[in-house]
């Protein structure tokens, strides 16, 4: 999950650029949006009046950009878009918060990322899970200690009803 995660706030990185250029307009409504807007953006389409206007200016750039991209990439972008509207919000704001991360890395800190995350990108899907999991060879995933209440420290002695003898 946490590759995932990583993968959706890296493919954020780039997509996101898109906003540094657009002024923040109101954004149409899914009605307003033309037949091909629509079909490229259908997984968003519940969502989609729902959405801030920066979100929507987001989507609409990588719709633009669609038409032009190669097959593998426009599948690649429903493939992400269905993975996003299928997040719970905690999701999604656990993947911005991310993005914010990565943003405030040092370039090269980004590039071994994004070399990190393609070289996972092109294992097989069952090895991929394997890493997932924790089952691959040479990876443990050690389960966090729980957390537990500190124990109550030992109850004092009582205080002596008489001195001890000899005093």
Do not use: H
Not at 81 to 91: G, H, N
Not at 121 to 141: I, Q, V, Y
């Amino acid at each position: 999950m946490a590759k995932a995660f990583l993968g959706l706030a890296l493919w954020l990185c780039v997509s996101l650029s898109v906003l540094a250029a657009s002024p923040a307009k109101k954004q149409p409504g899914w009605a307003e949006l033309s037949p091909e807007q629509q079909q490229i953006l259908a997984p968003l389409a519940r969502r989609w009046d729902t959405m801030t206007s920066r979100r929507k200016a987001m989507w609409l750039g990588i719709a633009k950009k669609y038409p032009a991209m190669p097959p593998e990439e426009q599948a690649k972008v429903q493939r992400r878009m269905q993975r996003w509207v299928k997040l719970s919000p905690e999701e999604r704001r656990t993947v911005r918060e991310s993005y914010k991360k990565i943003q405030q890395l040092p370039p090269d800190r980004k590039q071994t990322l994004r070399q990190e995350w393609d070289e996972y990108t092109s294992l097989p899907e069952e090895e991929r899970r394997k890493l997932d999991s924790g089952k691959a060879p040479g990876t443990s995933r050690k389960a966090a200690p729980k957390a537990t209440a500190p124990k109550p420290p030992p109850p004092a002695a009582p205080p002596p009803s008489s001195p001890p003898p000899g005093n």
